[in-house]
């Protein structure tokens, strides 16, 4: 039920932008969350939105570089990713819950999850 875009090859310190958008829900009482997956790794948490209120949260990874944000007209949400590092590739995934206003990291807490995009920094 999400539908993910974008993503690609960058060189260190570009910029890439993501996108997850619902065409058969709406994201109202929901957050919309980022998460990531390196190889060889596990999953983690990248980045949160509640989509009533815009309120968000960042993994100390990537805070100040990334920015999640609504996209209501579109109802979607996206997340910017600026200075990209090698330490950045990963399969990015969103992933829905309805929470409300909270702000989950957890990736259990989420219902519906898009298909992963393939972000590879290198030069």
């Known amino acids: 039920e999400l539908v993910q875009s974008g993503g690609g090859l960058v060189n260190p310190g570009g910029s890439l932008r993501l996108s997850c958008a619902t065409s058969?829900?709406?994201?109202?009482?929901?957050?919309v969350g980022w998460f990531r997956q390196a190889p060889g790794k596990e999953r983690e948490f990248v980045a949160v939105?509640?989509?009533?209120?815009?309120?968000?949260e960042y993994s100390a990874a990537v805070k100040g570089r990334f920015t999640i944000s609504g996209d209501s007209p579109n109802n979607s949400v996206h997340l910017q990713m600026h200075n990209l590092q090698p330490e950045d590739t990963a399969v990015y995934y969103c992933?829905?819950?309805?929470?409300?206003?909270?702000?989950?990291?957890?990736?259990?807490?989420?219902?519906?999850w898009g298909q992963g995009t393939q972000v590879t920094v290198s030069s």
């Open positions: 058969s829900r709406t994201f109202s009482r929901h957050a």
């Open positions: 939105i509640a989509w009533s209120g815009g309120l968000t």
């Open positions: 992933a829905a819950a309805e929470t409300g206003a909270r702000l989950p990291r957890a990736m259990s807490t989420y219902r519906y």
